[in-house]
């Protein structure tokens, strides 16, 4: 069973930048499509960039489309989620997430089967 692992979060300040990792067991990137997702206390979960594993097709979310940047190493079996210009609200527990349906729809948290044990992020002003 695929299992998934998040790290790199913490505190960083406004315009700073910081990279989060996504960590793949049992499983192999090009066979998984692969999202990031973040929930801030009290609101709901929302969708943030999603990776395409058979051709490494990139989508984002309007709120960080060109300040966030999705990548993939195929020999660490890791996807990565590069954040600058960090604004206060993105403040959150980020997420990644696995997915190996033929029917994958990037932006909605139910096509994902496997999901990391989230990694928080803080943004002060």
């Known amino acids: 069973q695929v299992q998934l692992y998040e790290s790199g979060g913490g505190l960083v300040q406004a315009g700073g930048s910081l990279r989060l990792s996504c960590a793949v067991s049992?499983?192999?990137?090009?066979?998984?499509?692969m999202g990031w997702f973040r929930q801030a206390p009290g609101k709901e979960r929302e969708w943030v960039a999603a990776m395409d594993g058979t051709n490494g097709n990139r989508h984002y979310d309007d709120s960080v489309k060109g300040r966030f940047t999705m990548s993939r190493d195929n020999a660490k079996n890791t996807v990565y989620l590069e954040m600058t210009a960090l604004k206060p609200e993105d403040t959150a527990i980020y997420y990644c997430?696995?997915?190996?349906?033929?029917?994958?729809?990037?932006?909605?948290?139910?096509?994902?089967?496997?999901w990391g044990q989230g990694t928080q992020v803080t943004v002060s002003s």
């Open positions: 049992r499983g192999t990137l090009n066979a998984l499509n």
């Open positions: 997430a696995a997915d190996g349906d033929h029917r994958w729809h990037p932006t909605r948290g139910a096509s994902y089967e496997y």
